[in-house]
């Protein structure tokens, strides 16, 4: 079994990518190529800091006319608002102006509406156009969309890992581990957990004092579920792993009530205890 592993920066964050096979080195350097051909072609259409890409676009001309977008951009804002529909906003992808004001995304100087919501967006037909100006970041779900991209491109008879920043997915995934960061000491302790399905991804705002998990605007403060801890989603999809941290880490007890097939998370509190549900 040979074994390659290369590391390139994409999606604001380093991608690591590990494939294994009985081959050649040469067949493992196309495959991982392949991979991270696929992340970079996401990262380009779904940035919200380049001004070149298809989102920023979006951003510019949809609440003024409907725009033609890719068939990738299509689908993931299709599953954002599957998903925000099903968590009543907790998950909400026009949550840009806060992020902006945070400082954690940058000012690009475009205008926005103080109300606009999910709801202000309408997509049909590979096409999407806003209600009122609002601002997307996807940068809570086409991480994850970029890893299970980057699987997809790479043959099955091929195992493979892709690790985006905490964002991770796995062929073959069985009695595999992870390494969760304690909430108390992220750069130095760790504690495993087995894989529960293919993907996952966590949220934590152990790195910023100032949480940079950001509550949506029609989130109650009474709802908050959240305080030093971290929340690991095990998913069939990085994409649904991703997008659901954030629902895990904010209102647990929404992702408890929620049927999502193959889902599981696990909380990791200041002490290091670990919580299933």
Request: proline letters at 4%.
């Given at each position: 079994?040979?074994?390659?592993t290369?590391?390139?920066?994409?999606?604001?964050?380093?991608?690591?990518i590990?494939?294994?096979?009985?081959?050649?080195?040469?067949v493992?350097?196309?495959?991982?190529?392949?991979?991270?051909?696929?992340?970079?072609?996401?990262?380009n259409?779904?940035?919200?800091?380049?001004?070149?890409?298809?989102?920023?676009?979006?951003?510019?001309?949809?609440?003024?006319?409907?725009?033609?977008?890719?068939?990738?951009?299509?689908?993931?804002?299709?599953?954002?608002?599957?998903?925000?529909?099903?968590?009543?906003?907790?998950?909400?992808?026009t949550?840009?102006?806060?992020?902006i004001?945070?400082?954690l995304?940058?000012?690009?100087?475009?205008?926005?509406?103080?109300?606009?919501?999910?709801?202000?967006?309408?997509?049909?037909?590979?096409?999407?156009?806003?209600?009122?100006?609002?601002?997307?970041?996807?940068?809570?779900?086409?991480?994850?969309?970029?890893?299970?991209?980057?699987?997809?491109?790479?043959?099955?008879?091929?195992?493979?890992?892709?690790?985006?920043?905490?964002?991770?997915?796995?062929?073959?995934?069985?009695?595999k581990?992870?390494?969760?960061?304690?909430?108390?000491?992220?750069?130095?302790?760790?504690?495993?957990?087995?894989m529960?399905?293919?993907?996952?991804?966590?949220?934590?705002?152990?790195?910023?004092?100032?949480?940079?998990?950001?509550?949506?605007?029609?989130?109650?403060?009474?709802?908050?579920?959240?305080?030093?801890?971290?929340?690991?989603?095990?998913?069939?999809?990085?994409?649904?792993?991703?997008?659901?941290?954030?629902?895990?880490?904010?209102?647990?007890?929404?992702?408890?009530?929620?049927?999502?097939?193959?889902?599981?998370?696990?909380?990791?509190?200041?002490?290091?205890?670990?919580?299933?549900?």
């Open positions: 079994m040979t074994t390659l290369r590391c390139q920066p994409h999606l604001g964050t380093y991608v690591e590990t494939v294994s096979a009985e081959t050649s080195d040469k493992l350097i196309g495959a991982s190529n392949a991979a991270f051909s696929v992340i970079k072609k996401i990262d259409l779904m940035s919200f800091h380049s001004e070149e890409s298809e989102l920023t676009m979006i951003n510019k001309t949809a609440s003024r006319q409907a725009v033609k977008i890719s068939s990738d951009t299509t689908f993931v804002i299709e599953q954002a608002l599957s998903l925000s529909k099903k968590t009543n906003g907790i998950f909400d992808i949550i840009a102006p806060q992020l004001t945070n400082k995304l940058p000012d690009h100087g475009l205008d926005f509406s103080e109300t606009g919501t999910w709801e202000d967006i309408m997509l049909s037909n590979g096409q999407i156009q806003f209600k009122q100006p609002v601002l997307l970041d996807l940068g809570g779900i086409a991480k994850g969309y970029a890893v299970d991209c980057a699987i997809n491109a790479v043959d099955e008879t091929i195992d493979i890992t892709v690790n985006a920043g905490g964002d991770l997915r796995m062929r073959p995934w069985r009695d581990y992870i390494s969760m960061r304690h909430p108390s000491s992220p750069q130095s302790l760790f504690i495993e957990a087995v529960e399905n293919c993907a996952s991804a966590t949220s934590a705002s152990y790195y910023d004092s100032t949480d940079s998990i950001i509550i949506p605007r029609n989130f109650l403060p009474n709802q908050l579920g959240c305080n030093n801890k971290s929340v690991t989603v095990f998913a069939e999809t990085c994409l649904t792993a991703d997008a659901l941290t954030k629902v895990a880490y904010l209102n647990p007890d929404m992702l408890r009530r929620n049927t999502f097939s193959g889902v599981r998370f696990a909380s990791l509190d200041s002490d290091g205890a670990v919580t299933w549900d």
